[in-house]
């Protein structure tokens, strides 16, 4: 990218947009005096806020570019993390959803207490705040760091990086999560934009018909179910990998769920989630038709995680391309932002406020904020070593894949079995973590093992589920009156039926779900 030459209108475009990030962030701001307003924007959020939050965070810049890359690489086969969303956020609407919100959880590992104990809260506290700064945070530091880079080639790479924490880090110490769910809106609208903008152009480009989108794939990379043998995604994979990861990002991560329970309502929660859900589905011509595509343009270039910026600097004009490149900061910037609070939400609330309960609200406040920037320096330490590693986003993938599993068994569990245990939540976390890590370094890094991540993510999820269910069986179950508002049952699902019958059709979440997984089993059927 060494000969690209952003016009002055492009990099006046960026740096406009981003002063106007900051004085959104500053303005919103102003006022907050308690945790729940910082974090939790007062619990106030409508469902478009909601909705564009979760699609804004999904959608970071190493989702723009190595999403593109490996559209470039392999086809539309990476199109199933994104469907797979819409059902899971289906799923998670109809089932999940009203658990979080009735009980006034303020973290997704408090959830764990009101079901099991503290020890299982603070475990996974701690596994979240070192996923978010090895993983996400640094990684959106990284990737942002890459696109700055097309704007200021002659900047080294570790300016770019502090440049990049500085931007997302300042605006969330100012303005909590209401700033984030503003901005987040705008930079969703935009993102979208920019995605179809760039895709008509590349396919009115090669030919502008459905046959030239076949003939620039890759050998089967017009197929969502590769064979089992395919090291990037076998078809099996979605079932063993791809669904679980699935429920570990949008139904347990805290970064995520951050979200749902800014809602003001349970309703809005949902019909938050369900608008995410359905956004996912055109991303398969905002982010991965385009790499796709971009085979038939360059068909020979060092690092397929290159062509997302080739198509914007090549096909973009003047102006535009300074607002797509701006649409790639703002969504490192989403991503960032909400790690960065979320992971600030997490320590102020499950470890400080639980370790000193008297600690005033400011103070809790004040502690918090200073969470956020201690944060921010710890994953743009680490952001530069990422570059160590050959392929970002399948390593990411890897390692969540290897790791969350106890998390996706521990919260499933708990919540549609009545019978399972504070030792065996427990007890599945503090094994599956380090054996999950170790199996990661052992097939990943070190070489000894040899299995398909997605296949090892089945295995380390049958693991969870033999260790959950052993010890669940060997202790004393909870007393159902204990728990009885933290659990699933028939009795729930029958009451929430009579109360619908008042309600019309076109409120009626039900409705929407039903229908979002029609229209996503129907969407794959070119592509099988």
């Given at each position: ?253 805290h970064i995520a769920v951050q979200k749902i329970l ?228 028939r009795a729930t699902m029958r009451q929430e039926t ?31």
């Amino acid at each position: 990218m060494e000969d690209v030459n952003v016009a002055t209108v492009d990099l006046l475009v960026v740096v406009a947009y981003v002063v106007g990030i900051l004085i959104v962030g500053f303005w919103v701001g102003r006022g907050h005096e308690t945790t729940d307003g910082y974090f939790l924007a007062g619990r106030r959020a409508v469902w478009p806020l909601i909705g564009f939050g979760l699609i804004a965070v999904n959608l970071s810049g190493t989702s723009y570019v190595g999403v593109a890359g490996a559209g470039y690489e392999e086809g539309v086969a990476v199109w199933n993390y994104e469907w797979m969303a819409a059902l899971v956020l289906a799923f998670f609407a109809l089932f999940i959803l009203p658990f979080y919100l009735q009980t006034k959880i303020s973290t997704a590992p408090e959830f764990l207490r009101k079901r099991y104990d503290r020890r299982s809260q603070t475990v996974f506290s701690v596994f979240t705040v070192f996923t978010a700064m090895f993983i996400d945070a640094s990684g959106a530091m990284f990737a942002g760091a890459i696109t700055l880079a097309v704007l200021f080639p002659e900047i080294p790479l570790g300016v770019l990086i502090v440049g990049m924490a500085l931007l997302g880090g300042i605006y969330v110490i100012m303005g909590g999560l209401r700033a984030v769910e503003i901005t987040d809106t705008v930079q969703g609208i935009l993102l979208l934009i920019a995605g179809g903008v760039l895709f008509f152009l590349v396919f009115n480009e090669i030919g502008g018909s459905w046959t030239d989108i076949e003939s620039a794939a890759p050998e089967g990379g017009m197929t969502i179910a590769p064979e089992s043998g395919n090291d990037f995604l076998p078809w099996p994979g979605i079932f063993t990998g791809v669904v679980w990861l699935g429920f570990y990002y949008w139904t347990t991560n805290h970064i995520a769920v951050q979200k749902i329970l800014s809602a003001r309502s349970v309703n809005h929660g949902r019909f938050g989630a369900l608008f995410a859900g359905l956004m996912q589905l055109p991303l398969l011509f905002l982010l991965v038709m385009p790499g796709l595509m971009g085979r038939e343009l360059y068909g020979d270039i060092d690092s397929p995680d290159q062509i997302w910026q080739m198509l914007v600097v090549d096909f973009l004009p003047t102006g535009v391309r300074g607002l797509v490149l701006a649409a790639l900061v703002a969504a490192l910037m989403s991503t960032l932002d909400s790690v960065l609070n979320g992971a600030a939400s997490l320590v102020t609330n499950d470890m400080i406020k639980v370790r000193w309960p008297r600690m005033s609200e400011r103070r809790l406040l004040v502690l918090g904020r200073l969470m956020v920037g201690v944060f921010m320096i710890v994953a743009a330490v680490w952001a530069p070593q990422i570059a160590e590693f050959p392929t970002i986003v399948e390593y990411f993938q890897s390692f969540l894949g290897a790791i969350t599993m106890p998390v996706v068994v521990v919260f499933l569990g708990g919540i549609f079995w009545h019978r399972a245990t504070a030792p065996a939540s427990f007890i599945t976390l503090v094994i599956g973590f380090p054996v999950g890590l170790a199996a990661f370094i052992a097939n990943e890094i070190v070489g000894v093992i040899d299995i398909q991540f997605l296949y090892l993510t089945g295995l380390m999820l049958a693991f969870s589920i033999a260790i959950f269910v052993s010890v669940t069986v060997a202790t004393e179950p909870p007393p159902r009156e204990h728990i009885r508002d933290v659990i699933w049952s028939r009795a729930t699902m029958r009451q929430e039926t009579h109360d619908l019958r008042e309600v019309p059709l076109w409120r009626n979440h039900r409705v929407y779900a039903v229908g979002l997984i029609i229209v996503t089993l129907l969407s794959l059927i070119p592509f099988l």
